[in-house]
Every structure is written in structure tokens, then in C-alpha cells.
């Protein structure tokens, strides 16, 4: 081969066993987290229960990130990036070990979630760890009073965090209507 030209990386394709493990683990975080939503998604096919399940667990994980009074504001901001920078590379094909991530490509792959919604669902926790006041009355410590300033910042934190969800759920429904997207 010349000095000129590299070969293209090759796409990983998990075995059944790890992605098994990976919608396990997806699975646990939900239902450890968020019994209404694992209760909900039980009446759901058991492909279908699996992607919601990773879907939540990755924002599961970057909610977690977002809410850690115990980390510095930059971190959080570092660490969510470093998140969404590791599910681009699941995404283009790079192996991982994070079974979160695994099963979420798998799902989105599988329910052809197009990625600018799932990168959308991590923007809006992003949005979370914007330079604010400490909550003297926050229900959970060192919260930060995060105020958009106008409406359309309002407007675009709530489309992100649950607009977005319902738009990826569509898709792993089976819902192809063209009247329900933006």
C-alpha cells in the first residue's frame, strides 16, 4: 500500500451476546431510574421496549452528567461533550465498551433514529449546565437557576428535552407521517 493511501476503519458489528448485555444493562438503568417509564414501556414488543430502554439510559447518563453538583460547571460541560463525541464514533462504526452506547446505535440503526435527534436530546441537557444562579430553594443541592432569557431560548430547551423524545419514539413506534415533524 502507498504512503498515500490509508485504509477505511472497519465497522464494528457487536455479536447478539453483547448487544444482549448492552440492552440488559439499558434495561437496569431504566428501571432503577424511572419505574414509570420501564412500567409503560412493558406493553411495548420486546424490540421496541429494548431501544426506548437505551434511549432513556443514554439520556439517563448525560441528565446524570448535567446534574452533578459535586463537578464544576466546565467539567460537566467537558464530560457532556466527551459523551456526545463518543456515541459520533459509535455511530460512524468505531467499537466501544459502553453498553449504553452500544445498544442506542444498534436501536438507531434498527428504527433509523436520524443522529441530529439524538444529538438534540444531549443539546438540551447541555443546556442544563449554562452559567447561573445557585437555588437557594433547589430540591436537590448546588442546583443552578438556569433562565432563558427569552422565549424562544424557553421554546428551544423544551423541544430539546421532550419534543425530541417524542420524535424519536415515533420512529421506534413505526409512525412515518410526515405531518408529525417540524
Not at 438503568?29 to 414509570?36: D, E, G, P
Not at 468505531?94 to 438534540?120: F, G, H, N
Not at 423524545?165 to 415515533?170: D, H, N, P
Given at each position: 500500500?502507498?504512503a498515500?493511501?490509508?485504509?477505511?476503519?472497519?465497522?464494528?458489528?457487536?455479536?447478539?451476546?453483547?448487544?444482549?448485555?448492552?440492552?440488559?444493562?439499558?434495561?437496569?438503568?431504566?428501571?432503577?431510574?424511572?419505574?414509570?417509564?420501564?412500567?409503560?414501556?412493558?406493553?411495548?414488543?420486546?424490540?421496541?421496549?429494548?431501544?426506548?430502554?437505551?434511549?432513556?439510559?443514554?439520556?439517563?447518563?448525560?441528565?446524570?452528567?448535567?446534574?452533578?453538583p459535586?463537578?464544576?460547571?466546565?467539567?460537566?460541560?467537558?464530560?457532556?461533550?466527551?459523551?456526545?463525541?463518543?456515541?459520533?464514533?459509535?455511530?460512524?462504526?468505531?467499537?466501544?465498551?459502553?453498553?449504553?452506547?452500544?445498544?442506542?446505535?444498534?436501536?438507531?440503526r434498527?428504527?433509523?433514529?436520524?443522529?441530529?435527534?439524538?444529538?438534540q436530546?444531549?443539546?438540551?441537557?447541555?443546556?442544563?449546565?449554562?452559567?447561573?444562579?445557585?437555588?437557594?430553594?433547589?430540591?436537590?443541592?448546588?442546583?443552578?437557576?438556569?433562565?432563558?432569557?427569552?422565549?424562544e431560548?424557553?421554546?428551544?430547551?423544551?423541544?430539546?428535552?421532550?419534543?425530541?423524545?417524542?420524535?424519536?419514539?415515533?420512529?421506534?413506534?413505526?409512525?412515518?407521517?410526515?405531518?408529525?415533524?417540524?
Amino acid at each position: 500500500m502507498s504512503a498515500g493511501v490509508q485504509q477505511a476503519p472497519l465497522q464494528f458489528s457487536a455479536t447478539s451476546s453483547q448487544l444482549a448485555v448492552a440492552y440488559s444493562v439499558c434495561r437496569s438503568i431504566t428501571r432503577s431510574a424511572a419505574k414509570n417509564f420501564y412500567y409503560a414501556f412493558l406493553v411495548l414488543p420486546r424490540a421496541k421496549r429494548e431501544a426506548l430502554y437505551a434511549v432513556y439510559a443514554f439520556m439517563r447518563g448525560c441528565d446524570d452528567i448535567a446534574d452533578d453538583p459535586a463537578v464544576p460547571l466546565q467539567e460537566r460541560r467537558n464530560k457532556l461533550a466527551e459523551r456526545l463525541a463518543r456515541l459520533h464514533r459509535a455511530q460512524a462504526g468505531e467499537s466501544t465498551d459502553d453498553a449504553v452506547l452500544l445498544a442506542l446505535t444498534d436501536a438507531q440503526r434498527k428504527y433509523r433514529i436520524p443522529p441530529e435527534l439524538l444529538d438534540q436530546l444531549a443539546f438540551g441537557t447541555m443546556m442544563d449546565v449554562q452559567d447561573g444562579e445557585p437555588w437557594a430553594d433547589a430540591p436537590a443541592p448546588h442546583a443552578l437557576a438556569v433562565q432563558y432569557r427569552t422565549f424562544e431560548d424557553l421554546y428551544e430547551y423544551c423541544y430539546r428535552v421532550a419534543s425530541i423524545v417524542g420524535l424519536v419514539c415515533i420512529r421506534v413506534f413505526g409512525y412515518h407521517d410526515p405531518a408529525a415533524e417540524p
